[in-house]
């Protein structure tokens, strides 16, 4: 997933309010990738082909995590921004946010529009790629995120704020290794996840971080 794409981030920088006061808001860069009325199409009936429900629109009720395998946020977009086949179907893979290594979230897709991150759950969640390249051991790559503060900080405020907009609650707050084994797992198709970031161990300390941003101040 990485890329040599040297484009600045975009210079606006929105502020997502959260519906509570216990989570605080979040500065999101708006880097969103182009999501067409033929891709939404697209995303309909690939809706419709896995999970019997025609539709491109989003409510979500999880979160799922990934890493992104390389080193830029821009790389991560690069890879989305394009509709090109992935698993012989359209559209492209997407997540709705990319969280880089300094902090800086950037916002890809509204989280009113379903992408595809995490076969068996697209129809709920909202994806969250976190900059980290692949290492020989995947719990080293998730290990390499919690130490990183300024990175995990931002996605701990990310998902807090998320939590609060849609009341998610920590146990739909997953890691992509995780998704097969789901009980909220489902794919019309047969289709299964082969992917190994953000394994559970990894996800319980996270969940440990969600519960410290929740502390007042
Ligand atoms: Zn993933």
């Known amino acids: 997933?990485?890329?040599?794409a040297a484009s600045a981030p975009a210079a606006t920088t929105m502020s997502?309010?959260?519906?509570?006061?216990?989570?605080?808001?979040?500065?999101?860069?708006?880097?969103?990738?182009?999501?067409?009325?033929?891709r939404k199409v697209e995303t309909a009936a690939y809706s419709l082909r896995h999970y019997g429900d025609d539709t491109w629109r989003l409510t979500p009720s999880m979160v799922v995590l990934h890493y992104s395998g390389g080193g830029s946020w821009e790389g991560v977009r690069d890879t989305f921004a394009p509709d090109v086949a992935n698993?012989?179907?359209?559209?492209?893979?997407c997540a709705h946010f990319v969280v880089d290594?300094?902090?800086?979230?950037?916002?890809?897709?509204?989280?009113?529009i379903r992408c595809r991150h995490t076969i068996g759950l697209n129809d709920r969640a909202i994806g969250i790629e976190v900059v980290q390249p692949a290492l020989p051991d995947p719990r080293a790559a998730d290990a390499a995120i919690l130490?990183?503060?300024?990175?995990?900080?931002a996605l701990a405020a990310l998902v807090r704020m998320l939590q609060a907009r849609y009341g998610i609650p920590a146990?739909?707050?997953?890691?992509?290794?995780?998704a097969n084994d789901d009980p909220r797992f489902h794919d019309l198709l047969g289709w299964r996840n082969d992917h190994v970031d953000w394994q559970e161990p990894d996800v319980v300390?996270?969940?440990?971080?969600?519960s410290v941003a929740a502390a007042p101040g």
């Open 16 to 38: 997502v309010r959260p519906t509570t006061s216990a989570a605080p808001s979040v500065p999101v860069v708006d880097s969103l990738v182009p999501f067409d009325d033929t």
């Open 147 to 153: 130490a990183r503060r300024p990175q995990v900080t």
């Open 101 to 112: 290594q300094d902090g800086t979230v950037h916002a890809l897709v509204p989280v009113t």
């Open 205 to 210: 300390a996270f969940r440990r971080l969600l």
């Open 87 to 93: 698993l012989g179907e359209k559209p492209n893979t």
């Open 1 to 4: 997933m990485s890329s040599a």
């Open 171 to 178: 146990d739909a707050v997953i890691g992509h290794a995780m």
